[in-house]
């Protein structure tokens, strides 16, 4: 790898206590810094060797600022031909502020590099190094919290932590049904995926919002019993809900099957899947489930449009 070469603009009252130390470590760390009196012999032309040799084959220009250089119409000379070589080549221009002085204007929105003491400019070093090579120092991106690499399908108006509540209490759902379930249990496998219980409840304020998910209005503090509604299972289900729907259908108009038990049983889904898919229908008009007392729904009438809405692929 070629070293970069890089042209040291700055006062000659700078030299001594800050330029040709600083200098000299650039070059300890792989920078061909460029500095006239290690450049220049005698009879060499100063505007042919510092523009021609320094400047023009530089990529990155160090400007040294102090009370002196500010001053010095050579060095605003230097400055001015490395401003258009940043604009028409992209060359990088660093400067570096020794003094409290006033910072030229084409250099205002330009991050500089100060250094307190000049005797001292180690901190200095390392970022300027750094900003010649292109290094940057920050910190690796660690690992995400869990809930967030938890593959929970995407849903228009949730977070990520929305999300995987919305699934935990899916999950829920396929074992129980639309029962509230334990809500120790609900922050307990939010816990697992990084999310603590404030968040929680705030991410089922949301849902609640929504109504995709209710919760138990009981008098006193704490996560109450929560569950998932018909609309949130719909969300969790996205496009698959059209084609569970139409199984189910199929189920009943050609299989005859009218309890839940046996739809499910029909279509391989369990029966909390089922049942909302018998609610879909309903809601649709398509059948009339019977609210007969117990546990498992029952389709009391089939509506003629059933058969007509499955002959169209619904």
Excluded at 220 to 231: A, N, V
Aim: hydrophobic letters at 45%; proline letters at 6%; charged letters at 25%.
């Amino acid at each position: 790898m070629t070293a970069p070469r890089v042209f040291v603009s700055h006062a000659s009252e700078d030299k001594e206590r800050f330029v040709v130390p600083f200098a000299e470590a650039l070059r300890q760390r792989g920078v061909d810094a460029w500095l006239d009196q290690w450049e220049m012999a005698p009879g060499d032309s100063l505007v042919d060797k510092i523009f021609e040799d320094g400047i023009a084959q530089a990529s990155v220009v160090i400007i040294v600022l102090s009370e002196a250089s500010v001053a010095k119409p050579w060095v605003r000379q230097e400055l001015n031909l490395a401003v258009v070589k940043r604009i028409e080549e992209g060359t990088k221009l660093i400067p570096i502020v020794l003094d409290r002085c006033e910072v030229p204007t084409s250099l205002k929105s330009t991050v500089w590099q100060g250094v307190p003491d000049p005797s001292d400019f180690s901190a200095c070093l390392d970022r300027v190094v750094d900003a010649i090579f292109g290094h940057s120092r920050k910190p690796p991106v660690g690992e995400p919290a869990p809930y967030l690499a938890h593959a929970v399908a995407s849903i228009a108006g949730l977070s990520t932590a929305d999300s995987l509540l919305l699934s935990v209490l899916y999950e829920q759902f396929l074992a129980i049904g639309l029962s509230m379930g334990n809500p120790e249990a609900v922050l307990d496998a939010m816990r697992k995926e990084g999310v603590e219980p404030g968040m929680t409840a705030e991410s089922l304020a949301i849902l609640e919002h929504l109504g995709y998910a209710d919760s138990l209005k009981a008098i006193g503090r704490g996560f109450k019993p929560c569950g998932i509604l018909p609309r949130g299972v719909s969300a969790v289900l996205g496009e698959r809900e059209a084609s569970l729907v139409r199984e189910a259908g199929l189920a009943i108009l050609n299989g005859g099957h009218q309890r839940g038990d046996a739809i499910a049983e029909a279509i391989g889904q369990p029966l909390p899947l089922a049942e909302h898919a018998m609610e879909m229908l309903a809601r649709s008009g398509h059948v009339v489930i019977s609210r007969e007392i117990g546990p498992v729904k029952r389709i009391g009438l089939v509506q003629p449009t059933l058969r007509r809405a499955l002959d169209g692929g619904a």
